[in-house]
Every structure is written in C-alpha cells, then in structure tokens.
C-alpha cells in the first residue's frame, strides 16, 4: 500500500515523506553522491612533512615589515608615508554579505534574500486603517473586514454575519465599511462588481445618474445588448459606448495586484530532447529525485550491542523499512520513465509538428503496451510533468478521448478538435459569425471529423467562448468603437 501511495506523490510530497523517514529511521542517510572521506585542504603538507610550494613566499612575507609598523615607528599615519598602500588596503577589505562574512568556507548568500518582497494586500490595507480609523472598537471591525476579503479584494463575508460574530451592529459595521472603502486601490471592500466599479467612478467624479442605471443593467453590457441597454438608460449609441469605454479603463478585481502567496514553479519530473540520431529521448529529473542509503554498517555494531528484545524490534523494523523505501524509490523512478517512454512513443507526431497532431490516448492504451495495470498509469501521472520541446505538460494532458473519423483513417483526439474550434472562431469574420451547425460542418468537410453540434457547444463554453450571438453583438460593438 505504501509503494502504491509513493507512485502518487508529486515531487515535493516525496520529499516531505522521505525527509520524515530520515528523521525516524537511524539506519537511512541522504545520498549525497560524494565520496567517503573528507579531503585534504589544498595547500597542506603531506604525512612525511614535505613543504607546500607556497611555504616560502609566505614565510618571506612574515618577515617584512607592514606598512602599519612602519608609520607607526614615525608616530604618524599611513596615508602620510604610504598613500597608494592605504588606498589599496581599503580596495581589498572583504564584502560583507551577512553577518557570517563571505569568506571561512560559508554558503554564498542567496540573491532572494536582498529582493524586496511585495507587500500583500492584508498589510497594505493595515497601514492605511491605523490612520483612517481612531477608535479601537471600529479598528477591531476594520481588522476583521480585511480578513474577510477575498484575494480579487471583494468582502466575502456578509455585514449581518459579521456584525453577529463581533457582537455588534450592523449600522456600526456599515460604518466602518463606508470608512475603510476609502483605502487603495479603490474599489477594495466592494461587496460585488457593480459596487466596486461605483467606487471607482465616484473617485474619478464620474457616477452619475445615467453611470449608475448602466451599473445597474451589467447582464445587458455582458450580452452585448446594445440596443436594449441604450433603451433601459435612455442614451443613444455614442452615450453608451463613450461609458462602456469608461468602464474598460476600471479594474474590476483591485486586489489581485498584491501579493497572495508564493507562487511555485512548475519542476518536470522528466525531460524529453530531441535524440543526435533522431527519436526522442527520455530522462527522469536527477534533481527531485530523493536518494537514500542504507547504512548497514551502523545496523551491524549496534546489533552486536543490543540485548533488549523491544530494541532488536526497533532496529528489525527501521532495517526492514529503510530496505522497501529504497526499494520503492528506484521502483517508482523505474515506472515513471517507463510509462513516460510509452507516452513519448504513442505521441511523436504532437512532439514533433504541434497539438494538431496530438492522437486520442487513454490510460488502457499505455497500460497495455508497458504491460501494467491501468490504476498504476493513473497514479504515475498524477501530479507528474513533462517537459518538452513543446513545453511543459501535466503528464495527464497527453490522455484524451477519440472522436470518430468518417474517412476511416485515424480518429481525432478531443484536444485537438477543441484547439480547431478556436482557430474557427477567432478567423471568423464580424459580417459571418459561425453557428454550432456550421462549425461541426466545416469539421466534417476540412478533416473528416464526426461531432455533432452539442459537442461543439459543449467544448465551445469549456473554452469560455460565448455563443454566436453574443460573438456577434460583441464584434459589432468593437467594430463601432473602433470608428
């Protein structure tokens, strides 16, 4: 069971779990891949006394006298006797990069360490509180608003609830509320979009009646409902794209400008290049894999000094766990290249000419071909990453369904006929936007691709992309605001 949960873990979770083995076994070691034994330091004699070559220049430097014991036999300073010396002894005084200094065989500094963090948005706001409220009752509210905001800056938590969970008001919340709105950026503590754009305009000295009845009709600007917008606010067609272009200056999500964590890079656990003699090859990331040993030395004398039956248990059952974890771990590093491999081998054409050569895949398929259980793939590829010439993929990106093919040749992965629809759509031209019909036709016709209309619906919104007749209001407006 527990080899089957190792397959799962991405790389950082086995490094947790072996760090954690480390810490309870003492018969596991961290392979650091140096050789026993510590070298000697350069520039030692050897065991039978022979003098290093640098011996006599430091000797013969000892002997002469220093420019310090010179001035000071004149009762004067060096710059007075030896000007270029004093200014060469500052020119080679050591950087001092922390406390530790840079020299004495200490780990060089990390430059991340002398990068400014940005501020986040709980901190930012913090500050401006302290001077925007004075009583330690509303400061305490204040506090408790920003903690309840969300990362895009909108206040997630209800008044009534918050009021009940201070023992408060609501009157005396919305107070607060109305104080701490004031703060940058503007439009944070909003309690929805239309809220946090009328913070915005008010700003700006923009919010006027017809402004607000726009705000208030969003479900017709997200349609694209010109017409129907500019008959609900009473403004002809110039109004009401002089104040939707107002609208796109805004920042509808004012907190997602601070920091909100730290962000984790992406670290493939495989690498697959272009092999000299043509093919690809496939290697596993040497750098996320953990390597541990077994330190059977150690296991053997303190066997020899153990008489406690429970302690010979102990030391059975850490031998017995550090032999399957390392068994485990070159086992997993085995079937990740392995499945990896056939992954590489079923997906060529997508390696070498792009997602529109990508093949339907499925788990079955490689599992078959490798000769291992279906539920072993799954596991191997989950939360795994492959970097190619094409870039990094999430290893489950290369398993997708089939779609049938009318010209009996090969049939058509699912990712690739999303990726044809967008081309479709984004070629489209404002005078002759494409139905659902008319995009599975051309699919038809162009490829021999059998999907019907629901299908194409289907991917089309997965895709976030609106329906024709949104697609078509919205061309028509950017075509007029473009005049």
């Known amino acids: 069971m527990q080899s089957i949960r190792l397959l799962q873990l991405g790389h950082l979770e086995l490094q947790a779990f072996v760090e954690a083995e480390l810490l309870r076994n003492p018969l596991l070691e961290r392979d650091d891949g140096g050789e026993p034994g510590e070298p000697e330091p350069a520039g030692q004699a050897d065991g039978d006394g022979e003098i290093i070559a640098t011996e006599d220049t430091v000797d013969f430097s000892d002997r002469i006298q220093s420019a310090d014991s010179i001035a000071g036999g004149y009762d004067t300073d060096v710059d007075n006797v030896f000007p270029e010396q004093a200014a060469q002894d500052r020119l080679s005084e050591p950087v001092q990069w922390n406390e530790r200094g840079a020299g004495g065989g200490e780990e060089a500094p990390d430059i991340d360490q002398f990068v400014a963090a940005r501020p986040t948005l709980s901190e930012h706001l913090g500050q401006q509180v302290s001077f925007l409220v004075s009583d330690p009752a509303e400061r305490l509210i204040a506090r408790f608003l920003i903690d309840s905001l969300n990362e895009s800056g909108y206040l997630a938590t209800p008044i009534e609830q918050i009021a009940e969970q201070l023992g408060s008001t609501t009157a005396a919340v919305e107070a607060v509320l109305h104080k701490v709105q004031a703060c940058d950026p503007v439009g944070i503590f909003a309690r929805d979009v239309r809220e946090c754009l009328a913070l915005q305009l008010r700003e700006k000295d923009r919010l006027d009646p017809m402004m607000q009845r726009l705000l208030d009709r969003l479900e017709l600007i997200a349609q694209h409902d010109l017409v129907a917008l500019g008959r609900a606010i009473g403004a002809d067609r110039e109004d009401v794209l002089e104040m939707l272009a107002e609208l796109r200056e805004l920042d509808p999500k004012p907190g997602r400008a601070f920091e909100t964590g730290p962000v984790e890079a992406v670290v493939p656990d495989v690498f697959v290049r272009e092999a000299p003699a043509g093919g690809w090859a496939v290697e596993l990331n040497s750098e996320v894999l953990p390597r541990v040993l077994v330190n059977r030395t150690y296991y053997a004398s303190v066997t020899r000094k153990t008489r406690e039956p429970a302690e010979k248990a102990f ?169």
Request: charge should be positive; proline fraction near 2%.
């Open 315 to 483: 030391l059975t059952d850490c031998l017995a766990t550090a032999n399957w974890l390392t068994k485990s771990l070159d086992q997993r590093a085995q079937t990740i290249l392995k499945v990896a491999a056939e992954i590489v081998k079923q997906q060529d054409g997508f390696l070498a000419h792009g997602i529109t050569h990508l093949k339907p895949m499925t788990l079955r398929a490689v599992a078959d071909a490798i000769e291992m259980h279906e539920s072993t793939v799954s596991r191997v590829t989950s939360n795994k990453y492959m970097a190619t010439p094409r870039g990094v993929f999430e290893m489950k990106y290369f398993f997708t369904t089939a779609l049938g093919s009318s010209t009996g040749e090969a049939d058509h992965s699912a990712e690739t006929v999303r990726h044809r629809i967008r081309q479709i759509i984004d070629s489209e031209p404002a005078t002759d936007i494409l139905s659902d019909d008319t995009i599975a036709e051309m699919l038809h016709k162009e490829r021999g691709i059998e999907v019907a209309r629901r299908t194409v619906a289907k991917y089309r919104e997965a895709m976030n992309i609106p329906s024709s007749v949104i697609r078509r209001r919205q061309k028509r407006a950017l075509a007029l605001a473009g005049r």
